[in-house]
């Protein structure tokens, strides 16, 4: 599958952005699906997960701010970023989940910047 995280940027705190990720090359719906992020001089972490069937499951740190869905029609997976917080500023990826998948190329991302 190659993925192809869009629709960072720069935005002020208790703002919102929607970020998409393009699935290809794969049947998308098969896979449980996960949002992760890399902050300057962290690990990469995970966000946001989304089963196949649609149960969800988030990071302790954007529990009720961020939303993760699905689109399997169009092999595209969002995530609703609602509050932002400085601490929110990374590289967005998408990708499988890795607990139950080897990971997929990762892509270059996609850059969210909270910041007044």
């Known amino acids: 599958v190659q993925l192809q995280a869009s629709g960072g940027g720069?935005?002020?705190?208790?703002?919102?952005?929607?970020?998409?990720c393009a699935a290809s090359g794969?049947?998308?719906s098969?896979?449980?699906?996960?949002?992760?992020?890399?902050?300057?001089?962290?690990q990469r972490e995970l966000v946001a997960t989304i089963a196949t069937g649609g149960v969800t499951n988030y990071a302790d740190s954007v529990k009720g701010r961020f939303t993760?869905?699905?689109?399997?029609?169009?092999?595209?997976?969002?995530?609703?970023m609602n509050s932002l917080k400085p601490?929110?500023?990374?590289?967005?990826?998408?990708n499988v989940?890795?607990?139950?998948?080897?990971?997929?190329?990762w892509g270059r991302g996609t850059q969210v910047t909270v910041s007044s």
């Open 10 to 20: 720069l935005v002020q705190p208790g703002g919102s952005l929607r970020l998409s």
């Open 26 to 28: 794969t049947i998308f």
């Open 30 to 42: 098969f896979y449980r699906m996960g949002w992760y992020r890399q902050a300057p001089g962290k």
């Open 68 to 80: 993760i869905s699905r689109d399997n029609a169009k092999n595209t997976l969002y995530l609703q």
């Open 87 to 94: 601490e929110d500023t990374a590289v967005y990826y998408c």
């Open 97 to 105: 989940d890795g607990s139950i998948y080897p990971f997929r190329s």
